[in-house]
């Protein structure tokens, strides 16, 4: 059985205690086994030699979610990867399509769901919009998953502009050379970490046309509310070439909260450039201190009862909110025979992200319809965005191909405050 099918059979068959809990869907409930899932993004970077500007797309994919067969002495998954640019306002088209191989001699690591494997490309492109079709052909059955997504290369990164910045990732699992430096990581794609992690990193690139002046980089982590958590700078005197790998160590010592965003400057010769980028912490365990407890247990609006929570929340003292935490989440717990609890995991890391994406106006991300949307059926297969229509709001399509639903959101306000249409109010439902 296949992780996010697991976590459907759990979502549905254990949680079904209530009308709210049967709500509770997941994305992955009309999913064959077999199908290969991943996730993608595509980040601005540029070419190490010439700083020609780049779509680099990173895919993931678990082993749990691949056909293993036999091969020699282990085990092989073979995948198909077939990545469509389209840039949105001009005839820009660009196709690529790779294949990999994953190998194991262990047969119990066919099926682990902890092992992710990356793979990425470069696609050289022009500045602009762009919308990315990107479909995985497992090899070894003939199943396919297709995910669209949507990026942007920014004028700031033109091939001739003389200080080239790339986009943020960020990462906490790396394997270092025989120098203790950096040799290469497994990114992080949604940005979102566990409560455990002691340290974070994030990394980004840069490009000067010249190599004879120095180089100086701010950073600035705040946290939701706009305070400052962590800042520093460095200096890098006469960069030896004009490509440098950048990584900034974060101490998760300092983060007591879920939301932060990391602003990076860097000038170079009378030039600076920017860029900013969100990270979270989602819970593992009973959140540390009663405020985060109250907020972990509203949280469960869309899976507890409504009752349970306002009893607790209103009448509670400290150890009873922790203790109806511990057997609510125990009572879930798809595999008690390990530490994680898988079910809590997913649960808070959708709230985490929908916090880091969707809220506005004052709401946290996890109250508003999209963010509701997400926590209850994870990521949409596709998103169609029209933030600038003509005679329209601005308005969003949420697309879920393999439950046969789609969202369309409106943002009558103008303010980002996208607002589900009433007339798919019982697609929610259904």
């Known amino acids: 059985m296949k992780r996010y099918e697991k976590l459907v059979f759990w979502m549905t068959l254990v949680l079904l205690s209530s009308t709210v809990l049967a709500q509770i869907s997941n994305r992955f409930r009309n999913r064959e086994a077999g199908v290969p899932f991943f996730e993608a993004k595509v980040l601005e970077t540029y ?14 994919i678990v082993n749990d979610d691949l056909t293993f067969v036999k091969s020699g002495d282990g085990f092989q998954a073979e995948v198909q990867i077939e990545i469509y640019l389209r840039h949105k306002s001009s005839d820009f088209v660009f196709n690529r399509t790779i294949t990999q191989s994953v190998y194991t001699e262990d047969f119990a690591r066919t099926n682990d769901q902890n092992i992710v494997n990356t793979f990425s490309t470069d696609m050289e492109v022009e500045e602009g919009e762009y919308e990315a079709t990107i479909t995985v052909l497992d090899q070894n059955n003939n199943e396919q998953y297709t995910r669209r997504t949507s990026f942007n290369i920014s004028g700031t990164n033109a091939v001739d502009a003389d200080l080239m910045v790339g986009d943020i990732l960020f990462f906490d699992e790396f394997r270092s050379d025989e120098n203790g430096e950096i040799a290469e990581f497994n990114p992080k794609l949604d940005n979102n970490f566990s409560s455990d992690s002691k340290h974070l990193y994030c990394y980004f690139n840069t490009f000067t046309r010249d190599t004879t002046s120095e180089m100086t980089v701010d950073y600035v982590v705040q946290d939701d509310r706009g305070l400052v958590v962590q800042q520093n700078q460095y200096v890098i005197s006469s960069p030896e070439k004009g490509y440098q ?14 939301d932060y965003a990391i602003n990076i400057k860097v000038s170079y010769n009378g030039k600076s450039v920017q860029r900013t980028a969100r990270f979270g912490f989602y819970w593992q365990f009973v959140p540390g201190t009663e405020k985060d407890l109250d907020l972990a247990i509203k949280q469960l609006r869309y899976i507890a009862k409504e009752d349970s929570i306002k009893y607790y929340l209103k009448k509670g ?36 992200y929908a916090n880091g994406q969707f809220s506005s106006s004052g709401l946290g991300g ?33 697309r879920y191909y393999s439950l046969q639903k789609n969202f369309l959101f409106i943002d009558r306000t103008g303010f980002g405050d996208y607002d589900l ?3 798919y109010y019982y697609v929610e439902y259904e």
């Not at 790998?245 to 879920?258: A, E, G, K, V």
């Open 47 to 60: 070419s190490e030699a010439e700083g020609k500007l780049l779509a680099r797309a990173f895919i993931q």
């Open 245 to 258: 790998d950048h990584y900034i160590r974060l101490n998760r010592y300092y983060f007591s909260r879920n």
């Open 317 to 352: 003292s400290y150890e009873e909110k922790k203790a109806f935490f511990q057997r609510f989440w125990e009572s879930k717990d798809p595999n008690p025979d390990t530490e994680a609890n898988e079910l809590m995991e997913e649960y808070y890391r959708r709230i985490n």
């Open 366 to 398: 996890w109250i508003t319809d999209r963010g509701r949307i997400f926590i209850k059926f994870g990521q949409p297969d596709d998103v169609e965005r029209h933030p600038f229509e003509a005679n329209s709001y601005p308005y969003e399509i949420w």
């Open 421 to 423: 249409h009433p007339s």
